[in-house]
C-alpha cells in the first residue's frame, strides 16, 4: 500500500514536469517527493523516512530547511500549491515547485502578503541550511 501511494506522488510528478523522467535520485526530485508526502502526511521526519525510504539526513535537512521558513512544523504543513474542493483536485505547479525551491535552501519565506499568502525570496549564496 505505502509503495503505491508512493509511486503516484512520483508518477504525479513526472506527469508535472515530464523532465524529471529518470531523475529520481536527484535532489530535486527528492525534495518534490518531499515536499507533496508531507502535504499528505505531516511533517514528522521520521514518518516521511518510512514513506519514501529516503536516508535520514536528507529528510531532516530538508524538514529543517521548510521549518525554517513556516512552512512546516509539527501541527501544520503548508500546501498552498494544492487546491482542492474544485471540480477537480489540482496543484498550482508554480507554487509547488517554489516549495521545492524552499525544501532545497533556494529560497525562503521573506513575509506573507495580505491574503496570508507566503512571499519568498532567493536565497543569496545557495542553501541556508546544509
Known amino acids: 500500500m505505502k509503495a503505491e501511494r508512493l509511486q503516484v ?16 535520485d536527484s535532489e530535486s526530485f527528492r525534495a518534490a517527493v518531499l515536499v507533496f508526502s508531507a502535504a499528505c502526511l ?10 519514501t ?10 524538514s529543517q530547511r521548510m521549518r525554517s ?3 512546516w512544523n509539527d501541527a501544520f504543513v503548508n500546501d ?6 474544485t471540480l477537480e483536485d489540482r ?5 509547488f515547485w517554489t516549495h521545492v525551491l524552499a525544501a532545497q535552501g533556494l529560497v525562503t519565506v521573506i513575509g506573507h502578503d495580505e491574503k496570508g499568502k507566503s512571499i519568498f525570496a ?9
Open 91 to 95: 496543484i498550482i505547479p508554480p507554487v
Open 42 to 51: 505531516g511533517a514528522d521526519v521520521d514518518d516521511l523516512v518510512a514513506f
Open 69 to 71: 521558513c513556516g512552512l
Open 53 to 62: 525510504g529516503y536516508p535520514r539526513d536528507f529528510v531532516a535537512r530538508v
Open 122 to 130: 532567493a536565497v543569496a549564496n545557495g542553501p541556508a541550511i546544509n
Open 80 to 85: 498552498d500549491w494544492y487546491m482542492d474542493g
Open 9 to 24: 506522488i512520483k508518477d504525479d510528478l513526472i506527469r508535472l514536469d515530464p523532465t524529471m523522467a529518470g531523475g529520481e
